[in-house]
């Protein structure tokens, strides 16, 4: 039995599938950010087997280029969560709403 690129690719789904549900169902800011992680590193896994697939170095650059943007979101995103953290002594998404003006 080897593993094909559709193996990788539905635990690819799978991945981004739990962290979509990670964002729908908790309210806490911390764990909605690691999700969305979550479903870049799903998008990440796609683009490697595609590449993959095809032969094709692309998907890796791709990566590449997400990975760049995701560490640029992990400092800023952090950061402001912390911050707010520190303001308010909750990380509840529920409660950050009161912010907009």
């Known amino acids: 039995m080897t593993v094909t690129p559709g193996w990788y690719m539905t635990l690819a789904a799978v991945l ?4 979509l549900l990670g964002i729908l169902v ?6 909605m950010f690691m999700c969305v992680e979550l479903m870049l590193n799903a998008v990440n896994l796609t683009f490697v087997a595609a590449g993959r697939a095809l032969g094709l170095i692309d998907g890796q650059v791709s990566v590449f280029f997400v990975l760049v943007v995701a560490a640029a979101e ?3 995103g952090l950061a402001i969560i912390v911050a707010v953290f520190r303001q308010r002594s909750s990380a509840s998404v529920d409660e950050l709403s009161g912010l907009s003006g």
């Open 16 to 19: 981004f599938a739990i962290g």
């Open 26 to 31: 908790r309210r806490n800011a911390l764990i």
């Open 74 to 76: 992990v400092v800023i």
